[in-house]
């Protein structure tokens, strides 16, 4: 079970943005760009900047944000007739760094580290890399779980909440994030064997 799994009704609520935006000539391609290029941004200045923890509250509220932006490109591309192979490439390749620069200023507050994070941002990677694979082998685009794109963001969503009000963060804070990073290589692995099993039971229907 994934968050994900709850995007068709967001995307409803999302629909009447949706035609507002095509109508005022907004394209897909646009939107996927724009919200990456906040992600970057904001991950890059709590990462690197001597900014207040209360900056942190910025992310939750981008990240949700970010994930609204993410359904009405794939609607706009879908529901227009605005597809394009750019678009392909740039849907998946602004997720992968959207997600690493949010997911960086996590490692220099305490009990975070470097490694920790690090972790969750290279198998992220690998996730969203054995999701796209499953179609150059002929199954679908695979968003299978524990610690999907959607289930990632609520996580650092909380935590970046819990931070930037001033909460206190346990010793044993980095072991969650190392947890993160277990479960995200579960649906790497995950991932993969959907995709195996979709062609398999594809291959006996057939036979």
Known sequence: MSIYSLKPRFQALLRPGVSRLHAAGVTANQVTLAAC??????????????????????????????????????MLAREFGLRSTLGAYLNELTDVVSDAALYLPFAVVAPFS????GAVIFLAAVSELAGVVA????????????M????RAFVFGALALWIGIGGTLPTWGDALM??????????????????????????????
């Open 114 to 117: 470097y490694g920790s994070v």
């Open 148 to 151: 999907g794109k959607s289930d």
């Open 178 to 207: 190392w947890g993160v990073a277990v479960l995200t290589a579960a649906t790497v692995v995950n991932r993969v064997r959907a995709g195996l099993r979709e062609l398999h039971d594809g291959k006996t229907e057939r036979g």
């Open 37 to 74: 290029l906040v992600s970057v941004a904001l991950g890059l200045a709590l990462a690197l900047l001597p900014l207040p923890r209360w900056w942190f509250l910025l992310i939750p509220v981008w990240m949700f944000v970010r994930m609204a932006l993410n359904a009405m490109d794939g």
């Open 135 to 146: 179609l150059t082998t002929g199954a679908s685009r695979r968003y299978d779980g524990p």
